[in-house]
């Protein structure tokens, strides 16, 4: 199973759990009032939404995951497609970030 495929099973994990914010309307209104450990972005999103996103995250100290296109974030949710996805806890988190250390590619802090 490939890193990928792992970050998609906790995504879909966190998901069912309730653990996740998708889309971008509910993922800027979240972060403007809360913190996240984590923001999932798609590899494939539009500039004006990743630029957006990485400006948040680096104000806040939120790790960015980019490893993921739109429909394999879209399909780690139940969506279609899905351009950004926040993970709102910490466990979760953790475990993605174990997965990304095993790769060393995808993370920006």
Same mark, same amino acid.
């Given at each position: ?11 879909? =994990? ?17 972060? +403007? ?52 996805? =926040? ?6 988190? +953790?475990?993605?970030? +174990? ?5 060393? +590619?995808?993370?920006?802090?």
């Amino acid at each position: 199973m490939t890193a990928q495929e792992r970050i998609g099973n906790l995504l879909g =994990l966190a998901c069912r759990a309730r653990k996740t914010i998708c889309g971008d309307f509910a993922a800027e209104k979240h972060l +403007k009032n809360h913190t996240v450990p984590m923001l999932f972005l798609a590899a494939d999103g539009g500039v004006d939404n990743v630029e957006k996103y990485r400006r948040l995250a680096a104000r806040k100290g939120i790790a960015v995951v980019d490893i993921l296109t739109k429909e394999e974030l879209g399909r780690a949710v139940g969506k279609m497609q899905n351009v950004v996805v =926040l993970l709102t806890d910490a466990g979760f988190a +953790k475990a993605v970030d +174990k997965v990304l250390r095993t790769t060393e +590619k995808g993370v920006t802090r």
